[in-house]
């Protein structure tokens, strides 16, 4: 199976596959795999309140649909930049490039060379 097979399920993956309808704990996940580290407000909090040995975590009842907000905003900025990006590309020879930028674009994407 090739990446470009996945193409013929593009409706599907933009009808369900939205980050909106993942919890916080794999929205967390996702950003820490794409290299980002997001800021939800409780590590902070949470700096805080270590004296006390207490921890607010990110799936609570209250708190877990603004950090669910906050992280899905987040991504989705974070992938709306690299699409635009590609736009970009796609319309200019990649030979215009430096090493270093095609590097750079190359890690961003998680692309290893």
């Known amino acids: 199976m090739l990446?470009?097979?996945?193409?013929?399920?593009?409706?599907?993956?933009t009808k369900y596959a939205q980050f909106k309808y993942f919890n916080p704990n794999t929205l967390l996940h996702i950003a820490h795999f794409m290299s980002l580290n997001p800021v939800t407000?409780?590590?902070t909090l949470n700096n805080i309140i270590r004296?006390?040995?207490?921890?607010?975590?990110?799936?609570?009842p209250v708190i877990k649909h603004l950090t669910q907000?906050?992280?899905t905003r987040e991504l989705n900025i974070y992938f709306n930049r690299l699409r635009q990006e590609d736009e970009l590309m796609s319309f200019e020879h990649v030979e215009r490039f430096s090493e270093e930028e095609l590097n750079f674009i190359c890690y961003r994407r998680g692309i290893e060379i």
Do not use: C, E, M
């Not at 470009?4 to 993956?13: A, I, K, M």
């Not at 006390?52 to 799936?59: A, E, G, N, R």
């Open 41 to 43: 407000g409780l590590n």
């Open 69 to 71: 907000l906050i992280l």
């Open 3 to 13: 990446p470009t097979d996945l193409l013929q399920f593009r409706s599907l993956y």
């Open 51 to 60: 004296v006390f040995k207490l921890k607010i975590p990110i799936d609570a």
